[in-house]
């Protein structure tokens, strides 16, 4: 118990500056404690913490994953096309899914086997999707017109629990679990700890280092068709602020840059806080303009918490 | 009390960490003109009374004077700012730049002062030459981080005595050169101090040097000091030991071919691995220990294509029944090949990854395991209490231990899996006397046990104690003798390393 | 940092082929002696201004003049630098959807210097300038009014008199001006404007999370007032999955397929069309007259007609659609 108590204690920490927040806008606006405004949260969260699930694997090798919100605009587009040129939604999701593992195994390719720098890696294939997403459909937004196709996201394959929220906790807890009960979880922390004492020890450091960017890939791609499958519409422009928060989501949930640490669970509620931020600043009516700011402050009090309960030990 | 002579006083220091008081009291000062050899275990507070002296750690108590001013105040601070240069055991270069930058950059202290390259050369080239006239010439314009280990350390070295400074502190400097090297680093402190007058404190666990070069020392123990300023000379290696609180570790029985005969033998039979292509066939059986002596370019070599990573052309190796080597370290380790290296930070620890995924790392691999399972706290606690290391809890970072400890758990990696071969890189590097004999003795259950070791030490005394064989390697790398058994001597080992003192 | 000579031959690869492409695309336009027409954009991303692109191809085509196209990518410099390139390419004429009005004159001092006519399209020059051809805007402020007045009344009509905004930026003047227009409107008819929510990325995603805000700290309110396209669509889709569709009304400035779908459903009662595609033709045809020594219409406003579920298939709303949006974008 109080092993996990100690090595959670970022994530407690963010929990209950979640928690605080949240009833503190109770106070201000009393509708944000209900429970459609809980939901409300979730849904607009999720497709952001799947994201940030898959760059936080990328982050804790040490590397840093640029493309994903390109990724996110891409599959979109790949998806709805695929949906209005009469393909069945099933295969249109395969089809959408694929473009996160192409661009994924891009990224790892170049990085692992060429050896190029991730940051500049993925600027390229970040600028590359993202252009693509526009050429897909010459920029227009797409209609998904399957009427069913939103049950993806908000049908329920256990009863009582929309898909969205399913999804994200089993994705959650399956990544927390491989980071720290499976081996190649660990290899994962090794790898971002150093690299050239993993690659001596024995760790199979290409195939972990590539197999991260191909799941952060598909996790952007996951995300995407999940909020192509909410809104029913396909935009080019959907991912595009949606990478810088996925980074900062990763970051406030206790990673670090440099690699080595991160979990799956602080991502998680990094990402909660940032949508708990945005929901607060548009039910208070705080012109939303501050909303970048707010959430500046909240990443820098993150991470001043983390190098403090860090420089106590 | 205070002796106006004293380059640094310090007096009853104390210092703790929460509950923990590292120094209780403790006095130390160094006097011009003087190689001041300061000595202590691991853990007996002597890396604290440095970062206190050289005002990274802030002291709790005592009073700390350098050059007779009290570095509270304002002339004595400036006194150590000016007068103390540091030569730290991790170095500290900046391995983008070349010789002369490296060393002459610390010297600007306007951003927009331009930087006079000539000039710069011409100071590093004569602070170089100091140390080594060839180097000095053929090294000022190269990137630091291309050099080798050895060579960034006398950069170092040469930083340091570039500064002007009046005390000179050297953290076990020698640790990353080799015999001839550190003789001729020895030489130029001796020059310095009687010409200079400047204080030099030298931090070693290697016995025979501290005899070569100190004058005096002062021993740290549980945070005071248990010998203040005594020359080296009325003090016994026994004495020094002992002052030390690692009495014990003199009474175990030194090793050298003094394996039980019934196990020695089992193995003569069984070669397990040839080594062809350096000029002569190197053979050496299962359960022998096979030391490699020499400046680090040939040992680095021969040890990167042991364990898989990086080839050496022209050089074949038959390891039991895998008769190519190994494409990875991955196979090797597959293969049950292990690597310890006396380079934590870069080639050992794991360092962000607690306790247990460090001492585990090698058995998930060799047993492929998939999950962690839950019987491996089991094993951590097991190996921990073998080797008889004080953890907080296994789940503590590598960093709350001490670096002798740190070396002993990447050790312990290979301790139960009874490996067909390991590989060893100056395991002992900035290791204390009482923790070298502790990984002696982990190397030796070990070779009994049916595994073969191969060593490379710059230590001489270390390969002439431990080894059955000892590969030497000249300067440049190429590969020069094979002795065996009786033939391994200090004076033979000079001479195959081409090192003679 | 470990050197990369992989990336310095993708480097160079990468230049070849981009001043490949470069040189293989300039002689087209200089071989001929047809008129050229620059359509320099604020940006591509958004649809509005790839309809007005949509438009001003066309009517280049249909005037038998070359097009080519720039996007300034919202920055003022990278406006001029396409001012500049296009005058270096040997354009004729510049039809421009100006980053901002205040982004406008060194551009029109360097035209007039050149003696090369340019209109405007949706956002028009600084106020007091003068030499232009023509300005082909949506008259924003009466549009805000009329689309105020037509929320506000169904509001009522629906048994309340709160309404919520999600506005464009508010940097932005077409913005100010829809919500000047909006605030009159529903001072005179007494509709309370209770929160303005301005978007950032101009997606439906966002759209959709501030709707469900808004109606989380004003479950009252019986009225959505957009102002593009996407709050609509957004607001559509949070009053569908609250199963709030005929209770609340939305209306919205712009139109496109997704939001005519969505008015011919009932989901949406108002479009406010802006004939994004007709500016384009009415720009190019003025830069055009201009050249070829016709008359020219100095300032141009659009009306942005009402359009509701029973008058969509009228022809005159039809035809206004089709100067919305080009076929390609989908259905009518």
């Known amino acids: ?313 | 009390m205070a002796d106006k002579g004293f380059l640094l006083d310090a007096r009853g220091i104390t210092k703790s960490y929460g509950p923990t008081h590292v120094l209780r009291g403790m006095d130390f000062a160094v006097a011009p003109g003087e190689v001041h050899a300061f000595l202590g275990g691991n853990g007996a507070g002597k890396s604290t009374l440095l970062k206190i002296v050289a005002d990274v750690v802030n002291r709790d108590g005592g009073t700390l004077n350098f050059d007779g001013h009290s570095v509270d105040e304002p002339q004595g601070a400036a006194a150590r700012a000016r007068g103390l240069a540091i030569v730290h055991q991790e170095l500290a270069v900046l391995p983008h730049l070349t010789v002369a930058e490296n060393i002459e950059l610390p010297h600007y202290h306007r951003g927009l002062a331009l930087f006079d390259r000539r000039a710069a050369d011409r100071t590093a080239l004569s602070a170089l030459a100091l140390i080594d006239r060839d180097f000095a010439e053929h090294a000022a314009h190269r990137l630091v981080g291309d050099l080798s280990l050895h060579e960034q350390q006398m950069v170092e070295i040469a930083r340091a005595l570039k500064s002007g400074a009046r005390l000179l502190l050297l953290d076990e400097p020698t640790t990353n050169l080799t015999a001839g090297e550190a003789q001729r680093l020895f030489a130029v402190l001796r020059r310095l101090v009687s010409e200079t007058e400047i204080g030099v404190v030298f931090v070693s666990h290697r016995m025979r040097e501290i005899r070569q070069v100190a004058d005096v020392c002062t021993i740290i123990r549980d945070g005071v000091a248990a010998v203040h300023r005594k020359p080296v000379t009325e003090l016994t290696d026994a004495d020094i030991v002992e002052l030390m609180g690692q009495a014990s570790a003199l009474t175990e029985t030194p090793v050298g071919g003094e394996l039980p005969a019934a196990v020695s033998a089992a193995h003569v039979d069984a070669p397990r691995l040839k080594i062809e292509g350096l000029g002569f066939p190197v053979e050496v059986g299962g359960g022998a220990i096979l030391g490699l002596a020499g400046a680090p370019a040939g040992p680095q070599a021969l040890i990167d294509l042991l364990i898989g990573a990086a080839p050496l052309p022209g050089v074949v190796i038959r390891i039991g029944d895998h008769p190519q080597g190994y494409r990875s370290p991955r196979e090797a380790v597959r293969d049950k090949v292990g690597f310890v290296s006396g380079d934590r930070a870069n080639r050992g620890m794991l360092s962000a990854l607690p306790i247990i995924d460090n001492m585990l790392a090698s058995r998930r691999i060799v047993e492929r395991r998939v999950l962690v399972s839950g019987k491996e706290a089991a094993q951590a606690r097991s190996l921990l209490s073998a080797l008889s290391i004080k953890a907080s809890s296994y789940w503590a970072l590598p960093s709350s231990l001490s670096g002798g400890t740190q070396q002993k758990l990447i050790i312990a990696r290979w301790l139960q899996l009874q490996p067909r071969m390991l590989v060893l890189e100056e395991p002992t590097r900035g290791v204390d006397i009482g923790t070298k004999r502790d990984i002696y003795a982990l190397i030796r259950v070990m070779a009994q046990a049916g595994t073969t070791i191969v060593w490379w030490s710059t230590e001489q005394t270390e390969l002439v104690e431990l080894c059955d064989t000892v590969l030497g390697f000249g300067p440049d790398g190429r590969a020069t003798q094979l002795l065996h058994g009786a033939e391994i001597t200090e004076e033979r080992l000079a001479e195959a390393t081409g090192m003679a003192a | 940092m470990p050197r990369q000579p992989g990336l310095r031959y993708l480097l160079a690869a990468a230049c070849a082929v981009i001043g490949l492409a470069t040189v293989a695309a300039h002689p087209a336009s200089a071989a001929d002696k047809k008129l050229t027409v620059a359509y320099i954009a604020p940006s591509l991303d958004i649809s509005y201004w790839q309809w007005v692109a949509y438009g001003a191809k066309t009517q280049a085509a249909k005037l038998g003049m070359n097009y080519v196209e720039f996007t300034s990518e919202n920055s003022p410099g990278t406006q001029m630098n396409n001012v500049r390139t296009a005058l270096t390419r040997g354009v004729d004429a510049i039809v421009m959807g100006p980053v901002s009005s205040s982004s406008t004159p060194p551009i029109l001092r360097l035209l007039k210097s050149k003696n090369v006519p340019i209109a405007f399209t949706g956002i028009g020059p600084q106020p007091g300038s003068t030499d232009y051809t023509s300005a082909v805007t949506a008259n924003n402020y009466e549009t805000g009014k009329a689309e105020g007045s037509f929320v506000c009344k169904a509001a009522k009509a629906l048994g309340g008199n709160k309404i919520g905004m999600l506005s464009l930026p508010q940097d932005r003047e077409n913005a100010q001006k829809y919500l000047r227009g909006a605030k009159e409107a529903f001072a005179a008819d007494g509709c309370d404007l209770v929160q303005v929510l301005q978007t950032h990325g101009l997606t439906v995603r966002e759209a959709v999370d501030q709707a469900n805000d808004l109606l989380t700290a004003h479950p009252d309110i019986k009225g959505i007032y957009g102002m593009y396209d996407e709050a609509a669509t957004g607001a559509a889709k949070a009053l569908q999955t609250r199963g709030l569709v005929g209770k609340i009304t939305v209306a919205t400035a712009d139109g496109s397929p997704t939001t005519i779908k969505l008015l011919r459903d009932g989901v949406i009662q108002g479009l406010f069309l802006q004939e994004a595609g007709g500016q384009g033709i009415d720009a190019t045809t003025q830069v055009f007259n201009a050249l070829t020594g016709k008359p020219t219409t100095k300032d141009i406003p659009l009306a942005e007609p009402l359009v509701t579920k029973d008058t969509i298939d009228s022809p005159e709303a039809q035809a206004t659609i089709k100067r919305v949006y080009p076929p390609s974008a989908g259905a009518f």
């Open chain 1, 1 to 313: 118990m109080m092993r996990i108590f100690s090595s959670y204690r970022t994530e407690i920490a963010i929990a209950v500056a979640i928690v605080v927040l949240e009833l503190a806008l109770g106070i201000l606006v009393p509708n944000a404690l209900t429970f459609g405004n809980i939901s409300d949260i979730a849904q607009a969260s999720a497709p952001l913490i799947i994201m940030a699930v898959g760059v936080l694997l990328v982050v804790i090798t040490g590397g840093i994953d640029l493309s994903v919100g390109s990724i996110f605009s891409l599959t979109g587009m790949v998806t709805g096309l695929a949906m209005n040129s009469g393909y069945n939604s099933v295969l249109s999701t395969i089809l959408g899914l694929l473009v996160g593992v192409v661009f994924g195994g891009i990224n790892g390719f170049l990085v692992t086997f060429v050896g190029l720098a991730p940051f500049v890696v993925t600027l390229i294939t970040y600028a590359v999707a993202a252009s693509l997403a526009f050429i897909v459909t010459n920029g227009h937004s797409l209609p998904i017109n399957d009427q069913n196709y939103y049950l993806l996201n908000g049908g329920t394959l256990i009863p009582g629990v929309p898909n969205f929220v399913l999804f994200c906790v089993v994705l959650v807890i399956v990544t927390e679990f491989v980071l720290r009960r499976v081996v190649a979880g660990r290899w994962v922390y090794a790898i971002g700890s150093s690299t050239n004492a993993a690659r001596l020890l024995g760790i199979p450091v290409h195939r972990i280092r590539f197999s991260v960017y191909v799941v952060s890939g598909l996790c952007a791609s996951f995300a995407s068709v999940l909020s192509v499958s909410y809104i029913s519409n396909a935009e080019g422009t959907a991912g595009e602020a949606m990478m810088l928060q996925a980074i900062a989501a990763v970051v406030i949930g206790g990673a670090s840059l440099f690699g080595g640490t991160g979990s799956a669970f602080g991502a998680l509620l990094g990402a909660l806080m940032i949508t708990v931020i945005q929901n607060g600043v548009n039910l208070i009516g705080i012109n939303s303009f501050w909303q970048g700011s707010v959430t500046g402050l909240v990443i820098l009090v993150a991470v001043l918490i983390d190098r403090v309960s860090k420089a106590r030990r």
